[in-house]
Nanobody, 120 residues
C-alpha cells in the first residue's frame, strides 16, 4: 500500500522548534521530489519547501528561508522539515507530497497532514 505519513506536529511557543517527518511505505522517496506544503484556515495551500530527487537541490519559500531546513534520510525512507524560530503565522496543517514525472505519466502522493500550532 502506497502511503505517506507525516508526524511531528504539535503546539509550540513562538521562537520554538519542531521537526516534521514524512515517512513512506510502498514507494522509495529518493526517486521522488518531496515537497512540504501547508494550509492555514481560510487560506490556499502553499508550497513551503522541496528537495529534488535528481540532485538534492532544495527550495524554500521566502517566508521560511533561514528558519526551515528540509533533508532526506534514504536509509529510513523519510524526509524531514526542521522548523526553527517558529512564528504564529507558521500555524497550519502541513502536508508532504511525493512527485515523480515519467514519460506520459505523473505520480503524485499526499500524506494526511499534521497540525502545527504556534501560540503563546
Amino acid at each position: 500500500q502506497l502511503q505517506l505519513v507525516e508526524s511531528g506536529g504539535g503546539l509550540v511557543q513562538p521562537g520554538g522548534s519542531l521537526r516534521l517527518s514524512c515517512a513512506a511505505s510502498g514507494l522509495t522517496l529518493d526517486m521522488y521530489t518531496i515537497g512540504w506544503f501547508r494550509q492555514a484556515p481560510g487560506k490556499e495551500r502553499e508550497g513551503v519547501s522541496s528537495i529534488s530527487s535528481s540532485d538534492g537541490s532544495t527550495y524554500y519559500t521566502d517566508s521560511v528561508k533561514g528558519r526551515f531546513t528540509i533533508s532526506r534520510d534514504n536509509a529510513k525512507n523519510t524526509v524531514y522539515l526542521q522548523m526553527n524560530s517558529l512564528k504564529p503565522e507558521d500555524t497550519a496543517v502541513y502536508y508532504c507530497n511525493a512527485d515523480r514525472i515519467r514519460p506520459g505519466v505523473r505520480y503524485t502522493y499526499w500524506g494526511q497532514g499534521t497540525q502545527v500550532t504556534v501560540s503563546s
